[in-house]
């Protein structure tokens, strides 16, 4: 599909070909690390809806970079190889997927599991922050068989009328969980960004792939969820506020100097 020229003049669009990311996206995880400091300490990291490639070419800059660094980028569909990470064309359902993420990591979990995936938007916007919810589940769900305790886990997020439930399933696992926009993310887009930090199942918690951590209530004999329905979650902007507004259109004319920028 042909870019339209709102996209051509989408200062990120551009800075993205000219930096080389597969997608404007890239910087939106330039944004959160700058925030919350992600790529720190981490060696093993998990790139799931992993397609075109943008978030895993950041972590194999970050991490694989460093050279002990390992990246695991998980979709359904292909990708163009990308230099120091390893791919898997596979279901995020599946624990066939997650046995096979450990298995390149050496049978050691993952410091940190990242997830950018969105399902096909409808403009329903109850029936696309519900699909969101079921896919940011499932992403969770696999976190729980890769992620090492203390991990972190960042994944997209539809802010709608009930995503503090989402929220509190999200509490039960870690110890701080926030709600992060970058500034890349245009403003008229509901999307944002759960930044979970502590990676602490409860006690009995036994990762289970055939249940969709729905349930509110926890009990290890039936590997449920216990917790409060509705929580309020700190809500935070990522990126300088003097870095170029997203949702704003810059002239093509601009000179190559005021086109750089520093994530």
């Excluded at 990311?21 to 330039?30: E, G, I, Q």
């Amino acid at each position: 599909m042909g870019r339209t020229s709102k996209d051509k003049r989408d200062v990120y669009y551009r800075l993205a070909k000219e930096n080389g990311w597969r997608a404007r996206s890239a910087f939106k995880l330039l944004q959160l690390d700058k925030e919350f400091q992600l790529f720190q300490g981490v060696t093993r990291a998990v790139d799931l809806c992993a397609a075109p490639g943008s978030w895993s070419q950041v972590l194999s800059q970050k991490i694989g970079g460093q050279g002990s660094g390992h990246v695991v980028a998980v979709d359904l569909q292909a990708m163009a190889p990308l230099p120091g990470v390893v791919q898997i064309q596979g279901d995020i359902t599946q624990l066939s997927t997650a046995k096979e993420i450990i298995q390149h990591f050496k049978g050691c979990p993952a410091d940190l599991v990242v997830c950018d995936g969105a399902p096909d938007v409808t403009g329903l916007h109850d029936v696309d922050e519900y699909m969101q919810a079921q896919l940011l589940l499932a992403a969770l769900n696999i976190a729980t068989h890769v992620l090492k305790p203390g991990g972190c886990f960042v994944a997209k997020i539809f802010r709608g009328r009930d995503v503090t439930l989402l929220y509190s399933q999200l509490q039960v696992f870690f110890s701080s969980v926030l709600c992060a926009k970058p500034r890349s993310s245009r403003n008229s887009s509901i999307e944002a960004f759960a930044v979970c930090q502590g990676y602490d199942p409860p006690e009995g918690f036994i990762p289970d792939l055939s249940k969709p951590l729905l349930d509110h209530s926890y009990d290890p004999d039936f590997n449920q969820l216990d917790g409060p329905t509705r929580i309020i979650v700190p809500f935070v902007t990522c990126g300088d506020l003097s870095s170029y507004d997203s949702d704003r259109s810059y002239p093509l004319d601009m000179e190559d100097n005021e086109m750089s920028c520093s994530p």
